[in-house]
Structure formats: C-alpha cells, structure tokens
Nanobody, 127 residues
Framework: QLHLVESGGGLVQPGGSLRLSCAAS????????IGWFRQAPGKEREGVSC????????KYADAVKGRFTISRDNAKNTVYLQMNSLKPEDTAVYYC????????????????????WGQGTQVTVSS
C-alpha cells in the first residue's frame, strides 16, 4: 500500500514559521513528483507548491512566493514545505500528493494530475 503522511502542522502566530513534512511509505518518492495543496473552509483545494523528481524544478503559487520553500530528501523519502512569515490567510488543511513520472524535471500545480494523497495536516495562523 502506498501512503503519504503529512506532519508539522499546528497553531502559529502571524509572522511565525512551520515546516511541514510529507513522508512516504510503501514506495520510494524519487520516482514521483510531489505537490503541496491546501484547502480552507468553504474554498476549493488550491496548489501551493510542487517539486520535480530531481528537485531541480519547483513552482509556487503567487500567494506564497518568497515565503514558502519546498524541498525533498529522497534518501529520507520525505518532502518538506518550509513556511515563513505566515499570515492568517494561510490557514487551511495542507495536503501533499504524489504522481509517478518517468521525467526528472516534470511537475504540476494541478491537483487532478496527482494519484496519491495524504490525509492532511491543519495549519492555523492566528494571534
């Protein structure tokens, strides 16, 4: 069974930081490109960031550029999302997702491209 497990969410004050982790079990992440998505109450799921198999290609939503950084450690079978300068509007459930690819530099911000999803971790930014 292929599983993705997110961790690292929580309650943080505006301006604070969190690092989310996405750990894979049952498969090796280096064959997959990975995306981070979020969904706030009453809103559609939106792409936050994504990373290619090699890690050389990364993409970010405009709302998080300059504040969030995606990275991957294939040896640890884990992808990270470092979130700095958090704002109340970043409050959401954050999900990671994976898509198997033969290409080392391909990735996508579209949720419909992904095959495997984690269960999500709650991030709340509030004073």
């Amino acid at each position: 069974q292929l599983h993705l497990v997110e961790s690292g969410g929580g309650l943080v004050q505006p301006g604070g930081s969190l690092r989310l982790s996405c750990a894979a079990s049952g498969f090796t992440l280096d064959s997959y490109y990975i995306g981070w998505f979020r969904q706030a109450p009453g809103k559609e799921r939106e792409g936050v960031s994504c990373i290619s198999r090699s890690g050389a290609i990364t993409k970010y939503a405009d709302a998080v550029k300059g504040r969030f950084t995606i990275s991957r450690d294939n040896a640890k079978n884990t992808v990270y999302l470092q979130m700095n300068s958090l704002k109340p509007e970043d409050t959401a459930v954050y999900y990671c997702a994976a898509r198997r690819s033969e290409y080392w530099t391909l990735t996508s911000m579209s949720p419909e491209m992904y095959d495997y999803w984690g269960q999500g971790t709650q991030v709340t930014v509030s004073s």
